[in-house]
């Protein structure tokens, strides 16, 4: 529906590509339906997949050269006789197959069959092999999504072959151009290849680790015995509680904390939050549903504007807070020791991130195609690893938004490409700041205003528009949303605002209460601004007006929102958040914020495997029901992401600090 912001979405949609699909063959369709008197009937599409038996039987096999499609009509031959014939195990095949559904002109062109009907089924020698053929029928319908039970002898370019010849008899075409090898699944034997047995070995290793670590820790506590950080450093029992522990927010006089920044906690679980909602949203694209209209009426509305699209901004909060933590931090450094050592620093940031993102990229690329099955799962999970075998070391190098921004392994990750590449500049940005003062912050900002610049010169000089069906969109990602250059904008202003928060941390700042007034109004002004601005781009035929606009807001649109976000940080800070403030600053976001790096790199796996590639028949499109998966996924991305932390990412940074810092 709109600009998708990460890569693996376009895998999602070439699962079924009932869009770009309908648009490229609605034209060959019309030639083809030239040779009708009419609209195919209902009458007829009801008999379209069992006049497909008399079809097969009556194919001259003369014509198939390989012995393995041979092999395959001659089954397929023999199953469509026993149907014919009335016997059981024809009839068991047959009822299994996709059937023409109800409301074709109501956008539900989804014919699914039983698919585990399929898969269980067994004959003799044969197995079932449920495979999925895209057709167009008419160019005023949706894309046919019929599913058939193939043989598992048959190679599934030859199934769709066979399928093709029929429907081409009928007035019809199947879609050639997606990768049938991806729809048709059937058994499959673990592959013993070099990364499932580094997994074996690996994950063997760790689980070793995190149970000697744990049952050393609880013997010690048993024994109230001293518990040595180094043996207890993969101890679940430690790790667990260390993330789930919470620190009181205020002090008990009642004074300022200057410190910590209370509330940047619940931005950061809250910003979390949203993209796991937006992504859901995302990802329901190419989940089939006998609703479709409803569905894309939904996305059409304001409401989820609202949700879905503004919900992108909330990576530029993590940029925001990411500038921000590193000007703080590092200015804190120099204070105390007058120096910094970059290339330690960069260490230790590597080890931190690095590995539980590359203990994922490893499960992606060994386990998880064998975890499961469904209609989208060789699309999806089987691509995914793949994409990460083949550039798993661009993606540890933190550099694939430009190695290779229009195949990265795990598309959503180039997040910490950028984030990485912005982490190394830092020490060139903040140690001269600290040296010579406020000065420099010019220079951050011509930067900043440099990278909004460039999104603003690329949109015009490509003439990229915001409309969902504009043209070029994934060159639009590639040039302006994956790339650091086009992002540091919304950093650079965070390691500003960071560094105003530092110097000023304990005194504060003091406004009249007509500034903050101006400030909140103001806030919440653009916010609302930016949000209907969206909804009439969405809306509206992006040929109605100039590209300029559509420049102007995405070169803007970010930074302010950006802005919007430190000034309820400033005011927070400074006293002035009211109950806003009671609310981020709670410590019950605590848990929640440190989980917060682990659930970005999961949730997205987690929904995938979880409600996306296993589905294997259609649903019924609800708001209710959209709202139910996000709570779902929520608390399954929380539940993992603590393990996933306390077992991948706490153990290496423990590890860090008392061997490398030490």
């Excluded at 059937?186 to 690996?202: H, L, P």
Aim: proline share 3%.
């Amino acid at each position: 529906m709109w600009q998708i912001g990460s890569a693996w979405i376009v895998l999602l949609a070439l699962g079924l590509g009932v869009t770009s699909v309908f648009a490229r063959t609605a034209n060959q369709t019309r030639t083809v339906n030239q040779t009708r008197t009419g609209e195919f009937s209902i009458d007829e599409l009801l008999l379209l997949n069992r006049q497909f038996l008399d079809f097969l039987i009556a194919y001259d096999d003369s014509a198939v050269v390989q012995p393995a499609d041979r092999q395959c009509l001659g089954r397929m031959q023999q199953l469509s006789t026993a149907y014919l014939n009335r016997e059981r195990h024809g009839l068991q095949w047959f009822d299994s197959w996709g059937k023409i559904p109800s409301g074709l002109y109501h956008g539900n062109g989804n014919a699914f069959g039983n698919y585990d009907q399929c898969r269980q089924y067994r004959w003799q020698d044969v197995r079932g092999q449920h495979c999925t053929f895209l057709s167009m029928i008419s160019p005023d319908w949706p894309v046919l999504t019929s599913s058939l039970c193939v043989p598992h002898v048959c190679a599934p370019e030859f199934a769709r072959q066979l399928y093709g010849e029929y429907l081409a008899t009928r007035g019809a075409m199947v879609i050639t151009e997606l990768n049938q090898n991806n729809l048709c699944i059937q058994d499959r034997d673990v592959e013993f290849n070099g990364a499932v047995i580094t997994a074996m070995v690996i994950f063997s290793l760790i689980a070793a680790a995190v149970a000697g670590c744990t049952t050393y820790e609880l013997l010690q506590v048993t024994l109230k015995r001293d518990v040595n950080k180094l043996y207890s450093s993969f101890s679940l029992y430690r790790n667990v509680l260390s993330i789930l522990h919470i620190v009181p927010t205020k002090p008990k006089d009642g004074t300022r904390n200057s410190e910590t920044i209370e509330c940047a906690h619940g931005v950061r679980a809250l910003s979390m939050i949203w993209i796991i909602v937006v992504h859901i949203h995302e990802s329901i694209a190419p989940v089939p549903v006998n609703n479709e209209v409803a569905k894309q009426e939904y996305l059409g509305s304001f409401g989820a504007v609202v949700i879905f699209g503004m919900g992108y901004l909330a990576v530029d909060t993590f940029l925001v807070l990411s500038g921000m933590l590193v000007a703080w931090n590092l200015l804190k450094e120099l204070d105390k020791n007058g120096k910094i050592n970059p290339l330690m620093l960069y260490l230790h940031r590597y080890i931190r991130i690095t590995a539980p993102y590359a203990a994922l990229v490893l499960f992606v690329v060994s386990f998880a195609k064998y975890m499961g099955e469904g209609l989208l799962w060789q699309s999806v999970i089987d691509a995914s690893a793949d994409t990460c075998s083949k550039y798993w070391w661009s993606a540890l190098l933190h550099i694939q938004n430009y190695v290779n921004p229009r195949s990265m392994c795990l598309g959503w990750t180039w997040y910490l490409s950028v984030d990485m590449q912005l982490y190394i500049i830092g020490p060139a940005l903040i140690y001269p700041l600290w040296r010579f003062g406020k000065r420099v912050l010019i220079g951050i900002g011509f930067l900043a205003l440099l990278s909004i610049a460039c999104v603003f010169t690329t949109f015009l000089v490509n003439d990229f528009r915001i409309h969902p069906s504009a043209p070029n969109s994934q060159d639009r990602s590639v040039r302006t949303y994956y790339p650091t250059h086009a992002r540091m904008a919304v950093w650079l202003l965070g390691t500003i605002f960071g560094y105003i928060l530092y110097t000023t941390k304990s005194t504060g700042v003091q406004l009249a209460k007509r500034y903050y007034a101006i400030g909140w109004s103001t806030c919440f002004a653009l916010l609302g601004l930016m949000t209907y601005s969206l909804y009439e781009f969405i809306r509206t035929d992006f040929n109605e007006f100039s590209n300029v606009a559509d420049a102007f807001f995405e070169a803007l649109h970010r930074s302010v929102f950006a802005i919007c976000v430190m000034w309820i940080i400033f005011a927070c800070v400074n006293g002035k958040g009211w109950l806003i403030n009671d609310f981020l600053s709670s410590s019950l976001w605590q848990p929640l914020s440190k989980l917060s790096f682990t659930m970005y790199l999961l949730h997205l796996q987690m929904i995938l495997m979880a409600s996306i590639a296993p589905v294997k028949t259609y649903g019924y499109f609800s708001v209710m029901d959209l709202f139910y998966r996000v709570w779902g996924a929520l608390g399954l991305t929380t539940s993992i992401a603590l393990l996933w932390s306390a077992i991948f990412e706490i153990p290496f940074v423990t590890l860090d600090r008392l061997l490398l810092r030490s």
